[in-house]
């Protein structure tokens, strides 16, 4: 014969502690998740509203922290850049803080998902190509070397359209860094691309940073997220050249 115990029984105050116990643990997972684990907590424990006998210490409330919202939970914008002559998607694009007045790049920066990306459009006075445009970004800015990143994608594209663009992206572990790999570093996550038109450059970097478990899932959704949803859409404001000239400074 099959004994089924009864299941236990607490008194309201213990019940509180042990949901919200139960609420702390929870607190990073999705807002489904919260709910379900809050109805199990309260049905399965058998939390009973009988009043003790010695006074209930009131406690102090849970404080429950939002999970952060990704690239992808937002509603796409556009930002116009007329010194460079571009149209910017941007997931999730209330969000970004863009400077494109100061400096010869654009740098528009999402603080929810520790998310970079710096765009510049060019002419120069010699016909260029994809190479030559890289070369200049590189000798104006600092970007990530091939060397010091495992790229897992490359694939050209035409963005703008007619230029000659190739995107690749990749991760940056420490070790791959030249740095000694510690518990708690995080991995950064890059999306590089480069084309040229004639004497026009273009030049579109997304760097974004993530740790801890899930850390890789996390940089390929928001990679893919960039490339498909903001470069794969870029375009041009139109035929002229941009505003903006090769210049001697960064």
């Given at each position: 014969?099959t004994?089924?115990?009864?299941a236990?029984?607490?008194?309201?105050?213990?019940?509180?502690?042990?949901?919200?116990?139960?609420?702390?643990r929870?607190?990073?997972m999705?807002?489904?998740g919260?709910?379900?684990?809050?109805?199990?907590?309260?049905?399965?424990?058998?939390c009973?509203?009988?009043?003790?006998?010695?006074?209930?210490?009131?406690?102090?409330?849970?404080?429950v922290v939002?999970?952060?919202?990704?690239?992808?939970?937002?509603?796409v914008?556009?930002?116009?850049?007329?010194?460079?002559g571009?149209?910017?998607?941007?997931?999730?694009?209330?969000?970004?803080?863009?400077?494109?007045?100061?400096?010869?790049?654009?740098?528009?920066?999402?603080?929810?998902?520790?998310?970079?990306?710096?765009?510049?459009?060019?002419?120069?006075?010699?016909?260029?190509n994809?190479?030559r445009?890289?070369?200049r970004?590189?000798?104006?800015?600092?970007?990530?070397?091939?060397?010091?990143?495992?790229?897992?994608?490359?694939?050209?594209?035409d963005?703008?359209?007619?230029?000659?663009?190739?995107?690749?992206?990749?991760?940056?572990?420490?070790?791959?860094?030249?740095?000694k790999?510690?518990?708690?570093?995080?991995?950064?996550?890059?999306?590089?691309?480069?084309?040229?038109?004639?004497?026009?450059?273009?030049a579109?970097?997304y760097?974004?940073s993530?740790?801890?478990p899930?850390?890789?899932?996390?940089?390929?959704?928001?990679?893919?997220?960039?490339?498909?949803?903001?470069?794969?859409?870029t375009?041009?404001?139109?035929?002229?050249?941009?505003?903006?000239?090769?210049?001697?400074?960064?």
């Open positions: 014969m004994t089924y115990l009864p236990p029984s607490f008194h309201e105050g213990e019940c509180l502690m042990v949901v919200n116990d139960l609420g702390r929870m607190v990073t999705g807002r489904v919260i709910g379900i684990c809050w109805i199990l907590a309260l049905g399965i424990l058998g009973e509203t009988t009043p003790v006998v010695a006074p209930v210490v009131p406690l102090k409330p849970v404080a939002e999970p952060v919202k990704g690239l992808g939970d937002g509603v914008g556009e930002f116009v850049s007329l010194r460079f571009l149209k910017l998607p941007l997931p999730d694009g209330k969000a970004w803080k863009i400077d494109d007045h100061d400096g010869g790049w654009l740098v528009a920066k999402h603080a929810g998902s520790a998310s970079e990306l710096v765009v510049r459009g060019w002419r120069e006075e010699a016909v260029m994809r190479g445009c890289e070369e970004a590189r000798f104006w800015r600092k970007i990530p070397e091939r060397e010091s990143a495992d790229i897992v994608e490359k694939h050209a594209v963005v703008p359209g007619g230029f000659d663009t190739v995107v690749e992206v990749g991760v940056i572990a420490p070790a791959l860094a030249g740095k790999a510690r518990a708690g570093d995080e991995l950064r996550g890059i999306a590089m691309a480069f084309g040229g038109k004639g004497r026009r450059c273009f579109w970097i760097t974004t993530a740790g801890g899930g850390a890789e899932a996390v940089l390929g959704e928001r990679l893919a997220t960039m490339v498909q949803g903001s470069l794969s859409a375009t041009t404001v139109n035929e002229l050249d941009p505003q903006i000239d090769r210049a001697p400074t960064p």
